[in-house]
C-alpha cells in the first residue's frame, strides 16, 4: 500500500513543469529564512522538508527544551489557492524529542502588487490570530524585484514583520473570541526575535537553475546557494551566521493536468 | 432514407467505439441540426474531461454538418446538455428525456465496475504516538438496478491501524441504495440508505437547487443515522437517533474557479453551527479550505478531493478495474473535537458532484 502511494508520487513528479520557485524553510516564496514577495502560479502545488540546526531552533521559534534535543525538521505544503492568496501548512518535528509531531502553522500570503518591468511585487503574509501557542507565527508585508544584468538577475526582498501577535491565553478554551490578547512577541517568546521588524535579502542568479543568497532574517545573518536539480525539483544549502550547515528540500507540481487516459490519447495524436 | 440508413450503422459503430473507449450506456440521438450523444464515464472525475476525451473520438466522424451535443449521465441521471464546442449549458427538453427513458438500460449497458479505494485516517499531535495511521482498501462496485437507482457495496480489506482497536479481518465496504433524480430541470434529489462511511448507518437526503449555467446553488442535506461498528466479524449498531440537517448556499465567483459556500444548521452529534468553505478547482483536483463554528468549538482546515492514478487498469467487454475517481481527504486543525462535522456516503455530495457540471467550469 504505501508503495502504491510512493508510486503514485514518483509519477506525479513526472509531470511537474517548470516552476520559478526558489523558498525558505517554511516551503513558501522566499530567499533563505526569511519570506519573499515572488509569485508562483505554474506550480501551484509545493512540498518541502527543511533542517533546521539545534543551535538556532530557540533563536528563532522559543523552546523551553534543552538545545541538544532542539534539532527541528520542517514538513511543509504550501497551495497556490487563487492568483491573489497561497496557504501555507508546516509541521515542525524534532526527532530528538519524544515529543510527537510538534507544531503546527497555517498561514496565508496576499499578493497586493504584482512586480511588472518597474514596479516591485508586494505581499502580505498572515497567520490566522488565535493559537494559544503561537511559537510560529508571523505577520510581515514584503517586496521583491527581480533586476535583470547582462550577469544575470538580482532578487532583491526588503520587509517589516510585526512585533505583536494575537493569540489565545488559554488552549481549548470555549469562548473563543474574549480569550484574544494582543501581545509584545518577545514577551510571549522571551527574547526570540525572528521576523519581528526589518528583513531582507538579495539571490544573485547567474544562471537560471541557481544562485546564491545571502540575508538577515531580524536575528542571524545567512548565506547559501540553491539549485533546480530538475525542472520540479529543488535543493538549498545554507548556512547560520557562517557556523552551523542547513538545508531545504523542495518539490513542485502543477494542478491544471488531465485525466491519464485523455493525456495519453492526445500524446497518441501529436 | 440513405443518410437515416448510414446514419444508423454510423451511431451504432460510434456507440461501440466510446464505449470501448470506457463510455457507458452510450446512446445517439439524430435531431435536425444536431446529434446528441447521451454517455455516462466513469472513469474522469470532470465531466468536461469525458466530453473532451469524447469530442476527440469522434473528430474523424462526418455528421453532415449536424452539431454534437453531449448528455452526460451521472448515475444513470442525465445532467444536462452540452454543445460541442464550447460545452455551452442547455436545458434537457421533454424530448431528450423520453428519448432516453426508452433507449436507457440500467444493468446491461454497464460494465461491472470494481474500484480501488484507500481509505486513510491519520491523526498526529499525541505526544507518545505522534503519527497514528488506519489504512485499508476498500475493493467495492455500483450496480445501476433502475433508472436512477444503484447499490454500492464491497469489501474493506484492513492494511494497518494504529489508530483504534478495531481488528484487521475482512469487513462489508459501506452498502447502500442510492437513488439520483432531477424531477425538474436544476432541482436535484439523492436519497441513500444503508451504511456509510465515518462508521454510520441510516437514511441521507439531499436536495439541491443547482442549474449548470448559474453561479448561485442552494442545498438542504439531511439524514437520520446511528453508529455502526464491525469487529470479529460481528455487527454492532446503536440506535438510528443522531439527527443533522444543514442548508447552504454557495456562489461560483468569476475567475480563478472558486466557488464560496456557506453552511449552517446542526450537523452530526447535533453539533448547531456553521461553516464556511472556499473550493478551488483545478480540473482533476479541487482544493478546498474551511472554517467552522460551532457549540462544539471553533476549527479550520482543508480538503482535497481528486482521481486517484492511474485511472483504469483493465477494461473488457463486461469487467472494469480502476482507481476511484475522487478519492477525497480532509484535515481538521483540531483534531479531537469534532466540530461541524458530518459524514461522507461513499460517493460526493450532490454539491460537490454539481460543481463539476457548471458551465463556467468548463470555459
Given at each position: ?258 485525466p491519464n487516459t ?9 | ?21 470506457g ?17 455516462e464515464h466513469r472513469e474522469f472525475r470532470n465531466p468536461?474531461h469525458s ?23 451521472y448515475h ?37 465496475h470494481?474500484r480501488l479505494n ?22 467495492d462496485?455500483r ?141 482533476v483536483v479541487d ?18 478531493a481528486f482521481s486517484l492514478f492511474p485511472g483504469k487498469i ?6 472494469e478495474?480502476r482507481t476511484i475517481e475522487e478519492f477525497r ?17 461513499g460517493m460526493p455530495?450532490?454539491?460537490d458532484m454539481?460543481?463539476q ?7
Amino acid at each position: 500500500m504505501k508503495a502504491y502511494f510512493y508510486a503514485c508520487l514518483v509519477v506525479i513528479c513526472f509531470y511537474g513543469v517548470a516552476g520559478n520557485a526558489q523558498v525558505n524553510f517554511l516551503g513558501k516564496p522566499g530567499h533563505i529564512t526569511i519570506p519573499s514577495a515572488e509569485w508562483e502560479s505554474k506550480t501551484p502545488l509545493g512540498a518541502s522538508f527543511s533542517y533546521i540546526p539545534r543551535e538556532y531552533t530557540n533563536g528563532m521559534f522559543f523552546t523551553s527544551t534543552p538545545m541538544e534535543q532542539n534539532t527541528l525538521h520542517f514538513y511543509n505544503i504550501s497551495i497556490g489557492l487563487t492568483s491573489f492568496m497561497d496557504v501555507n501548512f508546516s509541521i515542525a518535528h524534532r526527532p530528538l524529542l519524544s515529543y510527537g509531531i510538534g507544531d503546527r502553522q497555517l498561514d496565508f500570503r496576499f499578493r497586493l502588487i504584482q512586480e511588472t518591468r518597474l514596479r516591485p511585487s508586494i505581499v502580505l503574509g498572515i497567520t490566522p490570530p488565535g493559537s494559544s501557542s503561537p511559537v510560529l507565527s508571523h505577520d510581515y508585508l514584503v517586496v521583491t524585484k527581480n533586476i535583470n544584468t547582462s550577469i544575470g538577475t538580482f532578487r532583491i526582498t526588503g520587509g517589516y514583520g510585526s512585533p505583536y501577535v494575537i493569540f489565545n491565553k488559554k488552549s481549548n478554551s470555549q469562548n473563543f473570541w474574549q480569550e484574544l490578547k494582543i501581545e509584545k512577541k518577545a514577551v510571549i517568546r522571551s527574547g526570540n526575535n525572528y521576523l519581528t521588524g526589518i528583513f531582507g535579502g538579495i539571490t544573485y542568479l547567474p544562471v537560471d537553475f541557481g544562485g546564491v543568497i545571502i540575508e538577515y532574517n531580524t536575528t542571524t545573518i545567512n548565506a547559501g546557494a540553491f539549485v533546480k536539480l530538475w525542472d520540479w525539483l529543488q535543493l538549498q544549502g545554507y548556512t547560520y551566521e557562517g557556523k552551523k550547515a542547513a538545508f531545504t528540500i523542495v518539490a513542485n507540481f502543477p494542478l491544471n493536468f488531465k485525466p491519464n487516459t485523455l493525456r495519453k490519447h492526445e500524446k497518441s495524436l501529436d | 432514407m440513405t443518410f437515416f440508413l448510414a446514419l444508423g450503422i454510423q451511431a451504432q459503430n460510434i456507440e461501440e467505439n466510446l464505449f470501448n473507449a470506457g463510455y457507458e450506456n452510450v446512446h445517439l440521438k439524430a435531431g435536425k441540426d444536431t446529434i446528441k450523444v447521451f454517455f455516462e464515464h466513469r472513469e474522469f472525475r470532470n465531466p468536461f474531461h469525458s466530453m473532451e476525451y469524447a469530442a476527440l473520438l469522434l473528430a474523424d466522424e462526418d455528421f453532415d454538418g449536424k452539431i454534437l451535443v453531449y448528455i452526460p449521465l451521472y448515475h444513470n441521471t442525465p445532467i444536462g446538455s452540452y454543445i460541442g464546442g464550447d460545452f455551452d449549458f442547455k436545458t434537457l427538453s421533454d424530448e431528450d428525456l423520453t428519448f432516453y427513458k426508452a433507449e436507457n438500460h440500467p444493468f446491461n449497458d454497464y460494465r461491472f465496475h470494481l474500484r480501488l479505494n484507500p481509505d486513510i485516517a491519520a491523526r498526529f499531535g499525541y505526544f507518545e504516538h505522534p503519527f497514528e495511521t488506519k489504512i485499508n482498501l476498500i475493493l467495492d462496485t455500483r450496480i445501476y438496478l433502475a433508472r436512477g437507482l444503484s447499490l454500492q457495496t464491497g469489501i474493506i480489506v484492513p492494511i494497518e491501524n494504529s489508530l483504534d482497536n478495531q481488528d484487521k479481518s475482512l469487513r462489508l465496504a459501506p452498502t447502500m441504495l442510492h437513488y439520483l433524480m432531477q424531477p425538474l430541470s436544476g432541482h436535484f434529489i439523492g436519497l441513500s440508505a444503508g451504511s456509510f462511511y465515518s462508521d454510520r448507518y441510516g437514511l441521507d437526503v439531499q436536495y439541491r437547487y443547482a442549474p449548470p449555467d448559474s453561479p448561485w446553488s442552494f442545498g438542504l442535506e439531511s439524514g437520520l443515522t446511528g453508529y455502526h461498528w464491525q469487529n470479529a466479524g460481528k455487527f454492532y449498531t446503536s440506535d438510528l437517533n443522531d439527527l443533522y440537517a444543514i442548508a447552504d448556499v454557495e456562489y461560483r465567483l468569476t475567475f480563478d474557479d472558486l466557488s464560496i459556500r456557506l453552511s449552517a444548521g446542526q450537523f452530526l452529534f447535533e453539533d448547531v453551527g456553521a461553516r464556511a468553505d472556499l473550493i478551488k478547482q483545478y480540473g482533476v483536483v479541487d482544493i478546498g479550505l474551511y472554517a467552522s463554528l460551532t457549540e462544539i468549538g471553533t476549527t479550520m482546515g482543508f480538503q482535497f478531493a481528486f482521481s486517484l492514478f492511474p485511472g483504469k487498469i483493465l477494461r473488457g467487454k463486461k469487467l472494469e478495474i480502476r482507481t476511484i475517481e475522487e478519492f477525497r481527504w480532509e484535515y481538521s486543525y483540531n483534531n479531537e473535537e469534532p466540530v461541524a462535522r458530518k459524514y461522507r456516503l461513499g460517493m460526493p455530495r450532490l454539491a460537490d458532484m454539481l460543481r463539476q457540471y457548471n458551465s463556467d467550469f468548463g470555459n
